[in-house]
């Protein structure tokens, strides 16, 4: 399909495990969006990728949290030493650069249940 | 601190009727809003957008209206339909934040029944 895409879909892990979510947006989409949510809660900014810019990364709770982004495409966020209160959904989006417009539309993929044990 | 709030957890309509969707909002930088609409085991997806020069937006049932004095935004469905019935997110950005970084509320879910 033409969407986004997260890989896997459900991961339980035990606590202290180190975990790496995947995502693949769209085709031609310059930036990149980690969001997570909590139950019961609004989705929560993660970290936000803009082509080859620095990414902005004040979204990110804790250093056990980091992100990449390889060849401006795939990103992988991961978490060390998982915790607890790291279960959520994670949830990934992309967007296009697009000019003469202050925001872009925001693609969000499926996400990737995590369950911390 | 929550700064964009859907202080109703759920609502119940009848099809047909007018669905109305509640937020507010904290932080007075805030000068862009989205509404976003999400199935179970699915991503959210946009909806419909404010620019907060604008106090109405409106494509076809759905109409965002914005009060930027009470710092409290809507969504309209009306008629409301069975296939409506999924969790409605309210958004946020601002200039100062570069537009890229939304603010969610925690969600409304809305069940539309026969």
Known sequence: GAGVSQSPSNKVTEKGKDVELR???ISGHTALYWYRQSLGQGLEFLIYFQGNSAPDKSGLPSDRFSAERTGG???TLTIQR??????AVY???SSPRTSGRAVSEQFFGPGTRLTVL | DQQVKQNSPSLSVQEGRISILNCDYTNSMFDYFLWYKKYPAEGPTFLISISSIKDKNEDGRFTV???KSAKH???HIVPS???DSAVYFCAASSRSGGYNKLIFGAGTRLAVHP
């Open chain 1, 82 to 87: 998982t915790q607890q209160e790291d279960s």
């Open chain 1, 73 to 75: 495409s795939v990103s």
């Open chain 2, 81 to 83: 339909q069975p296939g």
């Open chain 2, 65 to 67: 209206f914005l009060n």
């Open chain 1, 91 to 93: 949830l990934c989006a």
């Open chain 1, 23 to 25: 995502c693949d947006p």
């Open chain 2, 73 to 75: 935004l809507s969504l």
